[in-house]
């Protein structure tokens, strides 16, 4: 079938966002709201572009940002998280080569320096246009069709630790509350970013989340004695609720978890009739990817198509040392500017 390839214009906002309601497989990071939360926050330059038929219906749609690497541009679909790829309509999937080949001319016209390009469908075919497929995250889920709270509870193994650590958090005196609170999260993230050695996200990152999304963004609290200790927020979209953001008072988190606030979202996302909730996602290795293991999740691999490099181990290891530097000066790249413009710029 004949189409078009376009860059995406604000009239086509309202048809954009149509299509992607219909399409189960996309997700919040696919809307034209989750659009404006990073042009507002970040300042990022788009890079949308629309696949359209000759009567001008939209079957395609790929978000993406011109970003900046320290002193290198790079166009990133999609900053910060490993969702938000290209999706085309079934009937018109010949579009992806060419829609990477729209991206590839950024390159070859030295308009950036490279391409990353996330989370493609399984049957994409970017065809043979330059670009290299590698492994950069799992996504860790559960798929809740059919499926009771207690039958999620009873699937999880006393070795796993969860009923246990649900438990202890609830003797201890733990209560959790849906507070709708931006600075909380902030303050919390901060503290976690600091210990994990991560530059923070800016304050108005969480605001202008809120101020987009707040009819699908959930605020779940870990209380102890009416102080918050954790703080969890979450995503609902197309019948699935993602885990978002996690932040966590170290002090509180010696002696308590913050299993509650999982089990306390799966049980959202259960009496919301949610038939998946996402985990989020995990590098290959981490810490994280044994903790969402626990709940008995299901893994689906996140592949990245980079153009004309792949990403070398040398950018790893280069994170890994700016890691450590967080980490000795937390202060510095949680409470000012700098980790705010550290994050802008380590968009990738």
Sequence with gaps: MRYFIEEFKESDSREWNEFVNANKELTIFHTV???????????FKPAYYVVKTEDKEIVGVCPAFIVKEFFKKAIVSMPFFEYGGPFIKEGYKEAYKDLFKVYKS????????????????????????????????????????????DDVWNSFTKDSGVRTEYNRSVRFGVEVKNQKNPEVIYKLISA???KLGSPTFPKKFYVNVDKHLKTRLFYTNSMLKENPIASMTSLSFNGELLLHQL???????????????????????????????????????SSHSFFKKKYDCE??????????????????EGRSFGSKIIKSFPFIFTKTFIGAWLRKNVAL
Excluded: H
Aim: aromatic fraction near 16%; charge should be neutral.
């Design 33 to 43: 709201e989750w659009k404006k939360i990073m042009e507002e926050t970040f300042g």
């Design 192 to 194: 976690k970013d600091a």
């Design 106 to 149: 950024f390159v070859d016209e030295k308009k950036v320096k490279y391409v990353k390009i996330r989370s493609l469908p399984s049957d994409a075919d970017y065809g043979e246009t330059g670009f290299n497929k590698e492994l950069e995250a799992y996504s860790f889920f559960i798929s809740l069709k059919d499926k009771s709270f």
């Design 299 to 316: 893994r689906r691999d996140i592949y990245t198509y980079t153009y004309p490099e792949s990403f070398s181990e040398d950018r790893y």
């Design 247 to 285: 932040g966590s008072d170290k002090e509180y988190m010696k002696k308590t978890s913050t299993d509650i606030l999982f089990v306390e979202q799966i049980k959202r996302a259960i009496n919301t009739g949610c038939l998946k909730i996402d985990f989020g996602r995990s590098k290959p290795g």
